[in-house]
């Protein structure tokens, strides 16, 4: 049986797909919300891109372009992002603890909102991150935290920066990235453990991006008790199994 948590640590998380082409125009972006989200999304803001080109003298320039619109409802618990080539779908504590089950239902009600635009035969990238945030006692963390293998492969990358270790994991279907940030905090250490998961699987309907949803919780629950195993020890984590 799949381990659980009552009260898991999670702080945020985001679900969302990318596009091998830009698939919505900002016109769109403006009625589609206008008619289907204003109400219950009153908050809107332009995003933009940063792109870089560099000339034949190596000189470097930059411009913003508009890629798209983020959208806020009123408790600011939930945003969407609505962009040319991608959609996402951001849920913040304490709305979360609702599970993931209402997550991937909001999220499909999106896209059949959007149905007459979204390409599913060009979505490349299928992914769910989670924000979790844990307080440990100092000289404990080495107990807590082992990163161990979750995907079968041995392309796996560390990279190191101050307080933070980040791996990156892949195989021909699924990539897992692992942020793993440790600050001192008197006597306590303040941990941040971002897990992304991706699947790059071909996805043809709203069927394919339930069961992949199901197969990639799967694997954030696998990677989070592997790398976690005290977490069911935790009195604040209300461990239900």
Do not use: W
Request: proline fraction near 2%.
């Amino acid at each position: 049986m799949i381990k659980k948590l009552e009260k898991p640590p999670i702080k945020e998380v985001v679900i969302g797909i990318k596009f091998s082409k830009k698939i919505f125009d900002l016109d769109y972006f403006e009625n589609i919300y206008n008619n289907s989200f204003k109400k219950e999304y009153p908050q809107k803001e332009n995003t933009v891109r940063i792109n870089i080109t560099q000339n034949k003298f190596k000189e470097t320039y930059t411009k913003a372009e508009q890629t798209g619109i983020r959208i806020k409802d009123i408790e600011n618990n939930s945003d969407i992002i609505l962009e040319v080539d991608r959609i996402a779908l951001i849920k913040k504590e304490p709305y979360y603890q609702k599970g993931g089950d209402e997550l991937i239902e909001e999220f499909l009600k999106i896209l059949c909102i959007l149905k007459d635009k979204v390409s599913y035969k060009a979505i490349e990238d299928f992914g769910l991150k989670y924000v979790n945030f844990i307080q440990i006692e100092k000289g404990q963390q080495s107990e807590f935290f082992t990163i161990k293998e979750t995907l079968n492969t041995k392309n796996t990358d560390l990279k190191t920066d101050n307080f933070v270790e980040k791996y990156v994991l892949k195989n021909e279907t699924q990539m897992a990235i692992i942020n793993l940030s440790k600050k001192p905090n008197r006597n306590l250490i303040d941990i941040i453990f971002d897990i992304d998961v991706h699947t790059y699987n071909f996805i043809k309907d709203q069927d394919d991006i339930l069961k992949n949803f199901k197969v990639l919780r799967k694997l954030k629950n696998k990677i989070f008790f592997n790398n976690f195993p005290k977490a069911t020890e935790m009195e604040e984590f209300k461990n239900d199994r």
